[in-house]
């Protein structure tokens, strides 16, 4: 089976050629040139934003951040006062039963032995 052969058209709009002879140096030399200027204009915009950040004036609208800020930090903060709010519950009003002391010998636990010997091994 013999499949058709797609034939392009040449389209009106010229495209660019390289032309007959290959100019690599150039090449170079302008890809080179572009890597330098976009260098240049990295290291110019961090200068400019160390000295405006180290001189103390603002990069970006505050006023806007603030609110946006206090939005989103108001449900975690109800989080965390709730949460405290129930540790101090536990602290004290729960009262937590010890099942292996019976209810007339009440002896506080014996500390636990700690080891004074350091582990160096390596």
Not at 60 to 83: H, M, N, T, W, Y
């Amino acid at each position: 089976m013999k499949l058709p052969s797609l034939k392009l058209k040449k389209s009106s709009v010229k495209t660019p050629s390289y032309g007959t002879k290959l100019r690599a140096s150039r090449d170079w030399f302008v890809l080179v040139g572009i890597a330098v200027l976009l260098l240049a204009g990295s290291v110019a915009w961090n200068v400019w934003t160390f000295t405006r950040v180290t001189s103390g004036v603002p990069i970006s609208d505050e006023q806007g951040l603030q609110s946006e800020r206090r939005v989103k930090l108001e449900p975690a903060r109800a989080i965390f006062e709730r949460r405290a709010a129930e540790e101090a519950r536990y602290r004290t009003e729960y009262r937590f039963v010890d099942p292996s002391v019976r209810a007339g010998n009440v002896t506080p636990p014996a500390p636990i032995a700690t080891s004074t010997a350091s582990s160096t091994a390596l």
